[in-house]
Nanobody, 128 residues
Framework: QLQLVESGGGLVQPGGSLRLSCAASGFTLNNYGIGWFRQAPGKEREGVSCISRSGGIRKYADSVKGRFTISRDNAKNTVYLQMSSLIPEDTGDYYC?????????????????????WGEGTLVTVSS
């Protein structure tokens, strides 16, 4: 069974940090570009960050630039999202998704893109 599983969410105070993980089972992540998305209560899903197959391309939403870092460890079949200086507006369900792209140096963090695999999400709550 092809599966993506997110972990690492939780409750954190403003200014704190969390590291989210996205682990794949049943397929090899190094063939895929990976995106992180989030959905806040009452809002549409939005792209947060993405990373290409080799890791050479990394993109971030303006709202998280300088605070979030995406990385991947293909040996562990896992992609990470390190989140620092968290603010209440970062609260939401965080999802990772995978897609194969025609070129190595490509990733997508458009929530409307037809990604091939989605995880079920992990909840991040930033509150004092």
């Amino acid at each position: 069974q092809l599966q993506l599983v997110e972990s690492g969410g939780g409750l954190v105070q403003p200014g704190g940090s969390l590291r989210l993980s996205c682990a794949a089972s049943g397929f090899t992540l190094n063939n895929y570009g990976i995106g992180w998305f989030r959905q806040a209560p009452g809002k549409e899903r939005e792209g947060v960050s993405c990373i290409s197959r080799s890791g050479g391309i990394r993109k971030y939403a303006d709202s998280v630039k300088g605070r979030f870092t995406i990385s991947r460890d293909n040996a562990k079949n896992t992609v990470y999202l390190q989140m620092s200086s968290l603010i209440p507006e970062d609260t939401g369900d965080y999802y990772c998704a995978a897609a194969r792209f025609p070129v190595l140096a490509m990733c997508v963090m458009d929530a409307a893109y037809d990604m091939e695999h989605w995880g079920e999400g992990t909840l991040v709550t930033v509150s004092s």
